[in-house]
């Protein structure tokens, strides 16, 4: 493993001749300027014409504004929270990328909600390598995390979770991606009406902060306590949205409901419902289950195979998680990038809960009063369709996994813990 600072990126491509480097993301939004040497050759990529931007179009779509193979390198700070189809990203960064390419993101891992309704994802360590592998072409060759901060729930202020603002990976394109994958869906056909990145991108602060003010009051009135029962239908809670719907239908003792729950799932979600035949399931219970899976794009399938049409799937994933989990963070956004008409899916339903604030060690606090994560996302999705394996494909090729795996690394923490889920009580 290579390090990641910029100064390693200066000394990957040393060897390079005038290097033609991507900024995906190049929009100049705070006043930053270019770091790197005069000698190097820039595009500024974005999806939003403005200061630093060379090229308008979305990542998504990269390889509709560029030859194969154009650039020697590739940097992105703070832009991969902000994409709804990051695997499909991953596909068109290879495209553009000459082979020996090297690239260096930065995104984040525990940071607050912002450009809302626009961020997506979170990302632990381990979810690079289910990005970048054999399957889309890269090599994973350094990562860290920075900014290390405590995530404190506001209902709860005595537990907290560690975590890291930031989550930094270095890559290095090893080859073509794997024969027979493609996303061939656009994320504008998936969002709802004013919700496209590009759509909204211009509008006012006190807009978006009037938006994130009505979701901390929506998600204060569905504060996150958990109750004892499995499916947490007995307590007021946060599905005061999706609550009663669900609830009816679980009601109904015709239906066959199956329900998954994360702390006791040893293997995948696809292992786990292997025995279940097509279409045999009218409701679904996914209890911290996806966000668990190495490529939940993919195992979307399979929940998909399992419903029967206009059958119901209940979701239950972390929008922040301790940093002992390497996994993926979800925002109910991030969801409509996994269940779509594409997958098959509409949404029904979906609402972040339990506000937390991240708060910096060694720096000033955030800004409680907007500056805010959420401890979980749920949802309900319904299936409208089958699976479209036509558009969407993803090669079978074993992802190489890093030393610690975090679906392992996740079980033996919850086991250790006791089911506490990664959380630490420190006497505040």
């Known amino acids: 493993m290579t390090g990641v600072e910029w100064e390693d990126l ?5 060897g390079t001749q005038s290097p033609h480097v991507l900024e995906l993301g190049g929009r100049r939004v705070s006043g930053d300027q270019w770091w790197f040497p005069s000698a190097w050759r820039r595009t500024g990529f974005d999806i939003v014409a403005g200061p630093g931007v060379d090229v308008v179009g979305d990542a998504h779509a990269m390889s509709h504004h560029f030859p194969a193979d154009t650039f020697d390198a590739m940097v992105s700070v703070a832009v991969f929270e902000h994409l709804l189809m990051p695997w499909k990203v991953a596909i068109e960064m290879n495209k553009v990328l000459r082979v020996g390419g090297v690239v260096r993101l930065t995104s984040h891992e525990s940071f607050p909600l912002h450009e809302e309704p626009w961020d997506f994802f979170r990302f632990g360590t381990a979810c690079w390598d289910t990005l970048f592998n054999q399957v889309t072409g890269f090599a994973v060759i350094g990562r860290s995390r920075v900014g290390e901060a405590r995530v404190v729930p506001w209902a709860r202020r005595s537990r907290v979770l560690r975590g890291f603002q930031h989550s930094v990976v270095m890559l290095r394109k090893t080859g073509n991606v794997a024969p027979g994958t493609r996303w061939d869906v656009r994320p504008e056909s998936l969002l709802p009406e004013g919700h496209f990145y590009a759509a909204n991108a211009a509008s006012s602060w006190p807009r978006r902060a009037a938006r994130h003010a009505l979701q901390l009051w929506r998600s204060r009135i569905a504060r996150f306590d958990p109750p004892d029962d499995p499916l947490r239908m007995k ?13 009816r239908a679980l009601e109904v003792q015709t239906v066959e409901c199956k329900v998954v729950d994360g702390a006791g799932l ?7 419902l292997a025995g279940v035949g097509d279409g045999a399931i009218s409701r679904l219970a996914l209890i911290d289950v996806l966000h668990r899976e190495r490529q939940p794009w993919v195992v979307v399938e399979e929940i998909n195979r399992v419903l029967e049409i206009g059958g119901l799937a209940y979701l239950e994933v972390p929008q922040v998680e301790d940093a002992d989990f390497g996994g993926w963070r979800v925002s109910a956004e991030g969801l409509r ?17 339990d506000p937390c604030s991240v708060i910096p060690l ?6 409680v009063g907007l500056a805010a994560a959420f401890r979980r996302t749920v ?3 319904r299936k409208i369709a089958p699976f479209d394996r036509e558009a969407m494909h993803w090669a079978s090729t ?3 996994q890093p030393a610690e795996s975090f679906v392992d690394n996740h079980v033996a923490d ?3 813990r006791g089911g506490a889920g990664g959380e630490h009580d420190i006497g505040v």
């Not at 307590?235 to 669900?246: H, L, M, N, T, V």
Request: aromatic share 8%.
């Open 10 to 14: 200066v000394c990957a491509l040393a």
């Open 235 to 247: 307590r007021r809670g946060p599905w005061w949205i999706i609550k009663s719907a669900i609830a």
């Open 266 to 272: 040893d293997d995948r979600l696809s292992v786990a």
């Open 337 to 353: 990038g996994l269940f779509h008409v594409g997958s098959g899916f509409t949404m029904e339903a979906s609402v972040m809960v």
């Open 362 to 367: 060694g720096g000033a606090r955030q800004d």
């Open 379 to 381: 949802a309900m999705v």
């Open 398 to 400: 074993p992802v190489q």
């Open 414 to 416: 919850l086991r250790r």
